[in-house]
């Protein structure tokens, strides 16, 4: 073999082993990684034969939502040449709802750290960082980047090694998690929509009919009160920002003064929540 072909396989290991130190220096090496888990409180990540159970804990809340969306209202807009005698066509309101329970459970978790998968992985980075280690202080060509690398997975071998002893631990905690459980998209019973002074039924599509259409289609062009959604004995308000009556408006093609200065963004729907009692929304009639 010639001196340039050797010089040439010379200088590939180098640089692989270069590449590889790089890597391994970058993960941080097995003892300097978890040397970081013990500094941060992060050691779960080293939890084995993890086992968990959940037990419901009292004080469970429900809540219904209640959505009014801007964006996809049949609107039919009113124009100059239309007849006289064709009434405008209001837009079809479409709440949309949604029921909620949330509760907290106390879960129980059991696990053991130090077992055999921590010892195979403990083994074989110990080895493999040993091996680059003597690969750059023996092979490369003692340049400060192989001796600082080189030295640093030679310790971080060397503790790997001694972490590969660790005894077994077990592990025991409980933890109170938030449990949030979806009961139903449809719009409950006896819920009504109130728009200023009347009151309009809600059926399980969030409609509220013609005559609640007609209300709420006026309200946007002149409110008077407010519009509000009453259900189990409560009242909370759905706030309509002058912006998104603005947008209402102009899709009816009647201008409201005001609305060609800066108004904001209209929102793509507004929300209204409804606390209420436990049972109220899991209750079969």
């Not at 790089?22 to 300097?32: F, S």
């Not at 960082?129 to 340049?143: C, K, Q, W, Y």
């Not at 409560?234 to 009816?252: G, H, K």
Request: charged residues 20%.
């Amino acid at each position: 073999m010639s001196r340039l072909a050797s010089t040439s396989i010379t200088r590939s290991r180098r640089a692989t082993l270069a590449l590889v130190a790089a890597l391994a220096t970058a993960g941080g090496g097995c003892a300097t990684s978890w040397g970081i888990t013990q500094a941060t409180g992060d050691q779960r990540i080293l939890d084995e034969g993890v086992r968990e159970e959940a037990v419901p804990l009292a004080g469970l809340e429900e809540h219904l939502t209640v959505a009014l969306p801007f964006t996809h209202l049949e609107a039919t807009p009113v124009t100059t040449t239309a007849p006289a005698t064709a009434p405008a066509t209001a837009p079809t309101v479409a709440l949309q709802c949604a029921s909620f329970q949330r509760g907290e459970d106390a879960v129980y978790r059991s696990a053991f750290r130090y077992g055999k998968q921590w010892k195979m992985i403990t083994a074989t980075a110990a080895l493999a960082e040993g091996l680059i280690a003597g690969g750059l202080l023996l092979v490369g060509d003692r340049s400060g980047y192989d001796i600082a690398a080189g030295s640093f997975l030679a310790a971080d071998a060397v503790a790997s090694a001694a972490l590969f002893f660790l005894p077994r631990r077990e592990s025991y905690r409980r933890e109170v998690r938030t449990v949030t459980t979806q009961l139903r998209v449809s719009c409950p019973e006896a819920m009504t929509l109130e728009i200023g002074d009347a009151s309009f039924p809600v059926d399980a599509a969030g409609r509220v009919g013609e005559l609640g259409d007609a209300a709420l289609d006026e309200w946007m062009a002149a409110p008077t009160g407010a519009v509000r959604v009453r259900f189990s004995g409560q009242l909370v308000e759905l706030p309509i920002s002058f912006a998104s009556r603005c947008a209402w408006n102009q899709r009816r093609q009647r201008p409201e003064p005001g609305c060609q200065y800066g108004i904001g963004t209209p929102e793509r729907y507004t929300t209204a929540t409804v606390k209420v009692t436990p049972g109220t929304l899991t209750r079969v009639d």
